[in-house]
């Protein structure tokens, strides 16, 4: 094949996927692909260290906003002389997250920076015009634990809803969830049942990474006007959890210092005003009256993966100790679930019930995003069935979530993954193997990620890419493609799938001057330019 030809062709499909959200579906654990932070991505790579050159930079951050070498994206930005940092903001916990939950956060001027640190938990939970009056663009860069009641995806949310009402970007440096991608559970919150413990109509464990989230807030229906940029990982796929990073835990808050805290803080959390609670920093659950031995029981024969319950009982208190014996298997919002239901078996605890008023509605059901599982609770009904009488909204989120994803799988059956640079891509229409053996991907992103434009002519269903001086078009449904003015045979034809036009990654990457290599272990096409 004319290697003007390839080279045109990669052009084109490389800067496609770059125009779409610059997204990862590669593994750490595939040979040659680096893992980073969003954070480490923003200042290595032009494409994002632009948006905050020569900028005024407001930073949404706490303890846990370092890269994975322990430096802080506060330490990064104020000793870059080309940014100018002019405010912190800090969410529940504080900036250096030592404040206990729930309490009051003050504001004050850095010591040292001389800059104000502003509390997104104290007099206002968002940010107000007057914190953002000298601010062009506002980072984002906190640990997220996964479970849809951590206060800091709402700081986000509120965060975007201000900055999209004032006109000012905002960047979100991409952080994994700890959990995994996979683990998607519980009822989906109700429109009722908004507050800042339940910021949006997501489940419990909504297995989305923070920039993954801001995407979903984002959504039209939402009614957000944000101008969103996620800084996505290098590295990241949906199927890696905490330990497949290499990253130290940092704790998140005082009652969250490991990662074991992370896993357990959904299965033993969920009590609220029901009297059972939890200790040891999540890792224990239990209540006044319950037997622990018979409590053990029942959990470890409900079959939970993943976990191991043991009998501990604390004076007049009944428990289990949760031992994660796996943690990829563990599905810490579906055991605490389990626990509550097994609980009000062994000890009948009140129910905390909400009233017809916003104001009347109890933490209880905030966190549980619906007043529906107290009402199954006091019905004892079994998990199994309140499993089932979830599964259709928890199986239609599934579905929704699915265009505001950013990381795929290396590897997955019936999917291709695609570096570019050792950057892992994703798309939101997937790329695939097409009848005659050639992966086929979205033109629009890989081109304009190369340097190239793309036209499309809908009469003629063709889309011509441009680099420079010169210019490369394919037809939907023709094997043949100009180049120059000169004509190519092809041995498979570009088409229009989910509302996208799809062309063969290795010719237009090739024509368009790249290498193209495909590992066929990971099913991951390498393309090097």
């Known amino acids: 094949m004319n290697r003007k ?26 040979p040659g692909v680096q893992f980073k932070l969003g954070n480490e ?3 290595d790579s032009p494409q994002y260290y632009s948006l905050i050159k020569g900028k005024r930079v407001g930073l949404v951050t706490n303890q846990t906003g370092v890269n994975s070498k322990g430096v802080s994206t506060v330490d990064r930005l104020a000793n870059d002389p080309n940014v100018k940092l002019v405010a912190l903001f800090g969410p529940e916990h504080g900036i250096d997250g030592k404040a206990p939950a729930g309490s009051y956060v003050k504001s004050y001027n850095h010591p040292t920076l001389n800059i104000p640190v502003y509390s997104l938990y104290g007099v206002t939970r968002k940010p107000t015009p007057d914190m953002l009056h000298n601010v062009d663009v506002l980072l984002f860069d906190i640990q997220d634990v996964g479970a849809r009641w951590y206060t800091y995806i709402s700081t986000l949310n509120y965060v975007m809803e201000v900055a999209g009402e004032l006109g000012i ?46 995407r979903f807030f984002n959504r039209p229906a939402n009614g957000f006007n944000t101008d969103l940029t996620v800084v996505p990982m290098e590295g990241y796929t949906r199927d890696m959890i905490w330990h497949d990073t290499g990253l130290t835990w940092i704790a998140t808050s005082p009652n969250i210092p490991t990662i074991e805290s992370v896993f357990c803080y959904m299965a033993t959390g969920l009590g609220e005003g029901t009297g059972v609670g939890q200790r040891d920093k999540f890792t224990w659950i239990g209540a006044v009256g319950i037997d622990s031995q018979r409590f053990a029981d029942l959990l470890n024969g409900s079959g939970l993966e993943g976990v191991h319950y043991t009998p501990d009982t604390r004076g007049s208190y009944g428990g ?34 909400s009233g017809s008023t916003t104001a009347s509605i109890v933490m209880f059901d905030k966190i549980m995003g619906t007043d529906r599982i107290g009402n199954w609770l006091e019905q004892k009904l079994s998990p199994q069935e309140m499993e089932r009488r979830y599964a259709a909204e928890l199986n239609q989120f599934k579905k929704d979530r699915q265009k505001y994803l950013i990381y795929g799988y290396a590897g997955e059956s019936g999917t291709v993954g695609v570096i570019v640079n050792n950057v892992p891509l994703f798309f939101d229409s997937e790329p695939y193997i097409d009848e005659n053996s050639r992966t086929i991907v979205p033109v629009r992103a890989i081109a304009e990620a190369l340097g190239a434009e793309v036209d499309w002519d809908q009469r003629a269903r063709e889309v011509t890419i441009k680099n420079g001086t010169s ?22 034809v570009p088409v229009i799938k989910n509302d ?30």
């Open 41 to 43: 991505v923003l200042f």
């Open 320 to 353: 289990v100790k949760l031992s994660i014996t796996d943690y990829r298997k563990f599905n810490p919002a579906k055991s605490g679930l389990y626990a509550l239901a097994y609980a009000k078996q062994l000890n009948d605890f009140k129910v905390p019930k």
């Open 471 to 492: 210019k490369v078009t394919m037809t939907i449904g023709s094997n043949v493609a100009w180049i120059d003015g000169q004509k190519y045979v092809m041995d498979t």
């Open 169 to 214: 970007p905002v960047i979100v440096l991409d952080r994994p969830n700890p959990l995994g991608g996979e683990i998607v559970e519980g009822p989906v919150l109700e429109e009722r049942f908004k507050t800042f413990v339940g910021v949006d109509n997501i489940p419990m464990a909504h297995g989305m990474t923070i920039g993954e989230l801001a």
């Open 5 to 30: 030809f390839s080279t045109y062709l990669i052009i084109a499909l490389v800067f496609c996927f770059l125009v779409l959200p610059f997204q990862s579906t590669a593994s750490a654990n595939v």
């Open 500 to 529: 996208r036009t799809m062309v063969p990654v290795r010719y237009v990457s090739e024509l368009l001057g790249a290498t193209v290599d495909f590992d066929d272990d990971y099913r991951i096409v390498v393309i090097t330019k």
